[in-house]
């Protein structure tokens, strides 16, 4: 086996169902097994996904053990040359997943590689490249340097923002969003490190595999990643496991060389923590009434007839109306920036996946995020329902 592709889910069924449909597409080249881990899911994932993806190796957990155990669990079963740690909120377009592994193949001295990820309006997201969160690169970060100086080796360290984000780059932190590693280097420097619940352990990891003697490197390859959805950013529970993860990184690889900037670092860890809780609390509030309210919105619907047609029953249910134009990637290969469509003029665009395929979308979506974002959303026959950032709509009966 090639690779072996680990997806942990916790009560994300729509978004987990369109993550496996990319990851499969993907596959065409690509000798791989994917297993997914659900850490006690209450949304009915587990039927939902066996019925729908009987390839899928699919374990069950009866409490949340938490992302990095959840992981080393399908790790120490796949058999993969290489391993592909993978959200349950990400799409991977069509070549990804052959580029990477051809990357790894190429590179003997690489022991893992991130992509470039995307948020769900075509924008960059930084937190595809980033340095080791040093004392110093944390302090940059958190005081506000790394915002001021961004293209700063020194500074702006942290989200490596001097790199150029269409090269291939060798960089520091990979993100566990989408993480493809050698085997064999987790062979010599272990498995994520299960002190970590979630966040942290692939800053952790990433960091011990440079400490191994690898390189860790970036390829300016798209998916999109909706950032979170099983988590309730706005919770106090979020920002403690967040910062709590901050401080078991620093305490395990830089307190006994830093023990006087120890009461420090934990202060300085607090207090951003507190300012992020009420800094999201807002935002939650703001992001909740703009992502559920699309009435008002002006949206463009793309793809096939029969497609539309039942978008169209969904959307209008809601009370909700849109620009429908029928198209596929052969017919209209720039999709919603074909000249006339004038989609500078739109909010959103839902494209039909079996008519165009998830690396056009993406390439798409990033190419006009210049001139005028748009937030995406996609349908499939398959699904029976719209997929977009935080919101599943079903057509009402």
């Known amino acids: 086996m090639k690779l072996s592709v680990v997806i942990v889910n916790y009560n994300v069924k729509y978004y987990l169902e369109q993550t496996l449909s990319s990851v499969f597409r993907a596959a065409r080249n690509v000798d791989l097994d994917v297993w997914v881990v659900d850490n006690a899911s209450t949304d009915g994932s587990q039927e939902y996904i066996r019925n729908r993806f009987p390839a899928v190796h699919y374990l069950y957990n009866e409490e949340n053990?938490?992302?990095?155990?959840?992981?080393?669990?399908?790790?120490?079963?796949?058999?993969?040359?290489?391993?592909?740690?993978?959200?349950?909120?990400?799409?991977?377009?069509?070549?990804?997943?052959?580029?990477?592994?051809?990357?790894?193949?190429?590179?003997?001295?690489?022991?893992?590689?991130?992509?470039?990820?995307?948020?769900?309006?075509?924008?960059?997201?930084?937190?595809?490249?980033?340095?080791?969160?040093?004392?110093?690169?944390?302090?940059?970060?958190?005081?506000?340097?790394?915002?001021?100086?961004?293209?700063?080796?020194?500074?702006?360290?942290?989200?490596?923002?001097?790199?150029?984000?269409?090269?291939?780059?060798?960089?520091?932190?990979?993100?566990?969003?989408?993480?493809?590693i050698r085997?064999?280097?987790?062979?010599?420097?272990?498995?994520?490190?299960?002190?970590?619940?979630?966040?942290?352990?692939?800053?952790?990891?990433?960091?011990?595999?440079?400490?191994?003697?690898?390189?860790?490197?970036y390829l300016p390859c798209p998916i999109l990643h909706y950032k979170g959805e099983s988590t309730q950013k706005s919770s106090y529970r979020y920002v403690h496991t967040f910062y709590n993860a901050m401080l078991i990184f620093f305490n395990k690889h830089f307190r006994k060389n830093h023990l006087i900037l120890s009461s420090l670092i934990h202060l300085a860890v607090v207090f951003r923590g507190a300012l992020d809780l009420l800094k999201n609390k807002m935002q939650h509030q703001k992001n909740k009434f703009e992502e559920e309210n699309l009435v008002g919105k002006k949206i463009l619907c793309l793809g096939?007839?029969?497609?539309?047609?039942?978008?169209?029953?969904?959307?209008?249910?809601?009370?909700?109306?849109?620009?429908?134009?029928?198209?596929?990637?052969?017919?209209?290969?720039?999709?919603?920036?074909?000249?006339?469509?004038?989609?500078?003029?739109?909010?959103?665009?839902?494209?039909?996946?079996?008519?165009?395929?998830?690396?056009?979308?993406?390439?798409?979506?990033?190419?006009?995020?210049?001139h005028k974002p748009l937030y995406l959303g996609t349908y499939s026959r398959q699904w029976k329902h719209m997929v977009t950032h935080k919101k599943i709509w079903h057509g009402k009966d």
């Open 65 to 180: 053990v938490g992302f990095s155990r959840a992981n080393n669990q399908a790790i120490r079963l796949s058999t993969g040359e290489y391993v592909l740690l993978l959200n349950p909120d990400t799409i991977v377009g069509e070549d990804v997943l052959e580029t990477g592994v051809r990357f790894l193949d190429e590179h003997p001295q690489a022991g893992a590689l991130g992509v470039a990820m995307l948020k769900d309006d075509g924008g960059f997201a930084w937190e595809s490249r980033r340095g080791v969160p040093t004392p110093f690169t944390s302090f940059c970060k958190m005081s506000g340097l790394c915002t001021l100086f961004p293209k700063s080796r020194t500074f702006g360290r942290y989200y490596m923002r001097y790199l150029d984000e269409s090269q291939i780059n060798e960089i520091e932190i990979i993100s566990g969003a989408f993480n493809m």
């Open 183 to 217: 085997r064999s280097v987790l062979d010599r420097v272990g498995l994520l490190d299960e002190t970590f619940f979630m966040y942290g352990e692939d800053i952790d990891l990433s960091y011990r595999i440079l400490l191994g003697g690898y390189k860790n490197y």
């Open 304 to 370: 096939s007839k029969e497609a539309l047609k039942e978008l169209r029953f969904i959307l209008e249910g809601h009370g909700i109306d849109a620009v429908w134009v029928e198209a596929t990637e052969t017919t209209m290969p720039e999709g919603h920036l074909t000249s006339g469509l004038e989609y500078v003029a739109y909010d959103w665009v839902v494209y039909d996946i079996d008519s165009y395929s998830y690396q056009r979308i993406l390439q798409l979506l990033k190419k006009g995020y210049a």
